[in-house]
T-cell receptor, first 115, second 115 residues
Framework: SAVISQKPSRDICQRGTSLTIQCQVD?????MFWYRQQPGQSLTLIAT?????????ESGFVIDKFPISRPNLTFSTLTVSNMSPEDSSIYLC????????????FGPGTRLTVL | GENVEQHPSTLSVQEGDSAVIKCTYS??????FPWYKQELGKRPQLIID?????GEKKDQRIAVTLNKTAKHFSLHITETQPEDSAVYFC??????????????FGKGTLLTVNP
């Protein structure tokens, strides 16, 4: 499976500020996703990062709050904008490879705490 | 959209016993069902998956069964070991239409294997 890295691994931020999280994959992948995992909870899909076009957001998530970039097939960023304590979560990127395989693999996550 | 229900939320077994976790899904078009294991502070790890064209799949001590008619699937772990202790998530997705292969997760099961 692909090797996925995320930066930063964790951060503590002040409310009202923004944080950009990077996801890097060691091989080209067809699809990249961003998930949120609130403390003790399951994973919720934020959006699908589309290469060369705007991301596809899930219900409850908007581009102004979570702008996403995907400039190529190995890299994506998620920005958490105008943060509040409710944004404290683990943010994970995941990737799906090419071909008929449906497997998705997760990055190590970014633990965000908003004060 | 898809809704995935997972039971039980917690499960405690003695080492060597079997553990069974069950999930139901709502969208009959879903055709891919992975299971993830997440240890504390770690990323979710894909442990086994099943596609809708098969009813059962086994990998050593882990097996998954799928009943398409009833729209439920289960994870079976035999001869449990303390290192099996983790949170297990089921998920569902579909490879057709505009779903983009996105995963919808159950709420998770905390499995504790007591030595």
């Amino acid at each position: 499976s692909a090797v996925i890295s995320q930066k930063p691994s964790r951060d503590i931020c002040q409310r009202g500020t923004s944080l950009t999280i990077q996801c890097q994959v060691d091989s080209q992948v067809t699809m990249m996703f961003w998930y949120r995992q609130q403390p003790g909870q399951s994973l919720t899909l934020i959006a699908t990062a589309n290469q060369g076009s705007e991301a596809t957001y899930e219900s409850g998530f908007v581009i102004d709050k979570f702008p996403i970039s995907r400039p190529n097939l190995t890299f994506s960023t998620l920005t958490v904008s105008n943060m509040s304590p409710e944004d404290s979560s683990i943010y994970l990127c995941s990737v799906r490879g090419s071909g008929r395989a449906s497997e998705q693999f997760f990055g190590p996550g970014t633990r965000l705490t908003v004060l | 959209g898809e809704n995935v229900e997972q039971h039980p939320s917690t499960l405690s077994v003695q080492e060597g016993d079997s553990a069974v976790i069950k999930c139901t899904y709502s969208d009959s078009a879903s055709n891919y069902f992975p299971w993830y294991k997440q240890e504390l502070g770690k990323r979710p790890q894909l442990i086994i998956d099943i596609r809708s064209n098969v009813g059962e799949k086994k990998d050593q001590r882990i097996a998954v069964t799928l009943n398409k008619t009833a729209k439920h699937f289960s994870l079976h772990i035999t001869e449990t070991q303390p290192e099996d202790s983790a949170v297990y998530f089921c998920a569902a997705s579909k490879r057709s239409g505009g779903s983009n292969y996105k995963l919808t997760f159950g709420k998770g099961t905390l499995l504790t294997v007591n030595p």
